[in-house]
């Protein structure tokens, strides 16, 4: 297995040696094979750097020294001067060719030597190693290593080569921020361009920084941001992976085949065309065009709200139902009182048989539901009478694919056959946002509620006044309240023009009370906002670390500015 080690050697070359072993790595081979390939036309870190280690090599005694360039795993993308064997074909992984500097310098991420007997590899006894790791801009990870490579030389300690290889990584480094630096411009350039549309859904993206339209800030949730990143990023990082699709993926734009266009995962229906962006011969980004599904929001008619609403909680909630709608089994819709669960059931079930389990039994309904009848609509899930209870699950047992939807309005703690029901369809489940957690939508809902304006009248519009009134209060009855404020106003107003907000019920016109906040609520209140500024401002990220749903957080956040000092 090579020479002895010299005594005094450090532990970590001791394990190295064992390490080598574990892979199964032969000391005594006389030509390594590669383990892998990447040919150099494919690395961008190659491509980017070349010009600065062809200016470096003359300083080197090619005769007695040799500088080395590897990638992140360890791959030779360029070498000169001196060496055993063609190093450029050479993969530098301990799994390969045992401990040497190269692998040393990328795991401990610090400058390594490696001298003689302290290789595995006999081949390399006669030969001393000084290499660097070379970072990405802005003290990001590895992208590979600078290695100089010499004959052995006994007293030479530090490797005399260190300065050159210090001074290379520098030199590799600079370079590298220099293009990025470029390459920045170019991708901002190319978000600009496509972000030229006024309103248009734009997300750049590089695997460091990401630009994101203001649209697609509101079209996209943190977690399909997110999402779109990766599945980005693994594209830029595999070439090859542009020109086909994923498996259920559209095919790609024949005018286009550079870029790729794949569902957004929200459960929205929306896509994204995702295209490479060039510079100098490599990728350094991506743009991603985001497209909303055709039919994201539908106005209904008079107090009929169905899929009308663009705020984030509105369209995850509406989105994933949508989803969940596509097979025919079993939906359970859970909201707060006049959350619009009935009406986004209509929207999803075509046609469905309607029972009211606050006004009617159920159990004649259930047996047409079994001989293949219409989807049954059952509302008010919660006020089920204990036998209707026991035959729904009894239903539910003998055919858990039944076309059923049910809303529940949470209350008193259920009892246990309601529970085992609603345990029952708890994974396919969606919970409805109150309206005060989705004020963004008052302003599309109001032109959905509002009943048809008489001949001659035209219909309900708002002074900004009044929508910030609309706004800001509470909504204790949801969409129902809403409903009642705007048929009233229809009804009732003689006056032509925008509604005021004098106009208002007394309850909407003078905003939520104002009260000073209790010593709990303010340590509270401090933990949400250094939280948030702990995870940049990211609500998802923040309501996770702090163990609350998101739709909690945003809705304290928006009672906050309420309170008084």
């Known amino acids: 297995m090579g020479r002895r080690l010299p005594d005094g050697v450090p532990e970590d070359i001791a394990a190295a040696w064992r390490r080598a072993r574990f892979f199964g790595v032969r000391h005594d081979v006389r030509d390594p094979a590669?383990?892998?390939?990447?040919r150099p036309a494919q690395s961008s870190l190659l491509a980017a750097v070349?010009?600065?280690?062809?200016?470096?090599?003359?300083?080197?005694?090619?005769?007695?020294?040799?500088?080395?360039?590897?990638?992140?795993?360890?791959?030779?993308?360029?070498?000169?001067g001196f060496a055993p064997i063609d190093l450029r074909r050479l993969d530098l992984s301990e799994q390969v060719v045992g401990h040497n500097s190269a692998a040393h310098a990328l795991r401990t991420g610090r400058r390594a030597e490696v001298h003689g007997p302290e290789h595995f590899l006999d081949l390399w006894q006669d030969i001393c190693a000084v290499s660097v790791p070379v970072r990405a801009p802005g003290n990001g990870p590895a992208l590979g290593t600078v290695t100089v490579s010499s004959r052995l030389c006994t007293e030479c300690r530090p490797h005399p080569g260190a300065p050159l290889a210090e001074a290379a990584a520098i030199a590799v480094e600079a370079e590298l921020l220099a293009g990025s630096q470029a390459a920045e411009r170019v991708l901002l350039d190319a978000y600009l361009r496509a972000a030229g549309e006024q309103g248009r859904a734009v997300v750049a993206l590089d695997g460091r920084s990401r630009l994101v339209s203001e649209a697609a800030g509101r079209l996209l949730s943190p977690e399909a941001l997110e999402e779109l990143e990766r599945r980005t990023i693994d594209l830029l990082r595999n070439p090859d992976h542009w020109a086909r699709p994923e498996p259920g993926e559209?095919?790609?734009?024949?005018?286009?085949?550079?870029s790729r266009r794949f569902p957004?995962?929200?459960?929205?229906?929306?896509?994204?065309?995702?295209?490479?962006?060039?510079?100098?011969?490599?990728?350094?980004?991506?743009?991603?065009?985001?497209?909303?599904?055709?039919?994201?929001?539908?106005?209904a008619g008079p107090a009929v709200v169905g899929l009308v609403g663009r705020s984030l909680p509105w369209r995850h909630a509406a989105g994933r139902a949508m989803e969940l709608a596509r097979s025919p089994e079993p939906l359970l819709l859970v909201g707060e009182r006049g959350t619009g669960k009935t009406s986004l059931a209509r929207e999803l079930v075509a046609n469905p048989s309607l029972v009211d389990a606050a006004e009617s039994e159920i159990r004649l309904e259930l047996g047409e539901l079994?001989?293949?009848?219409?989807?049954?609509?059952?509302?008010?899930?919660?006020?089920?009478?204990?036998?209707?209870?026991?035959?729904?699950?009894?239903?539910?047992e003998a055919h858990p694919g039944a076309p059923l939807v049910v809303t529940y309005t949470p209350g008193p703690p259920p009892g246990p056959c309601l529970?085992?029901?609603?345990?029952?369809?708890?994974?396919?489940?969606?919970?409805?946002?109150a309206l005060r957690e989705r004020t963004e939508d008052i302003r599309d809902l109001l032109a959905a509620l509002a009943p048809p304006p008489a001949p001659g009248r035209p219909p309900l519009t708002w002074t900004l006044d009044a929508l910030r009134a609309l706004e800001q209060h509470p909504w204790p009855g949801n969409l129902t309240e809403l409903s009642r404020v705007v048929r009233a106003l229809a009804e009732t107003r003689s006056t032509t023009g925008p509604v005021r907000r004098a106009e208002l019920p007394d309850s909407v016109r003078e905003g939520p009370a104002t009260r000073r906040l209790s010593p709990m609520e303010h340590a509270e209140r401090a933990a949400i906002l250094e939280a948030l500024h702990r995870h940049g401002g990211n609500k998802a990220r923040t309501a996770t670390a702090l163990g609350i749903a998101r739709a909690t957080l945003y809705r304290k956040l928006r009672g906050y500015r309420s309170y008084q000092d």
């Open 370 to 396: 079994t001989e293949g009848g219409r989807p049954l609509l059952i509302r008010h899930v919660e006020r089920l009478t204990p036998p209707d209870t026991a035959a729904l699950n009894s239903l539910l």
């Open 250 to 258: 559209p095919p790609a734009d024949p005018a286009s085949s550079a």
């Open 50 to 80: 070349r010009p600065v280690l062809e200016r470096i090599a003359p300083a080197l005694d090619t005769g007695r020294a040799s500088l080395i360039l590897t990638d992140e795993r360890l791959r030779v993308l360029w070498a000169t």
């Open 419 to 433: 529970q085992r029901f609603l345990d029952t369809l708890a994974a396919r489940s969606v919970t409805l946002p």
């Open 264 to 299: 957004v995962t929200d459960g929205t229906g929306g896509f994204a065309t995702v295209t490479p962006v060039p510079h100098l011969g490599s990728v350094v980004g991506a743009v991603a065009v985001l497209e909303a599904a055709e039919q994201t929001v539908v106005a």
């Open 34 to 38: 590669p383990r892998h390939s990447v």
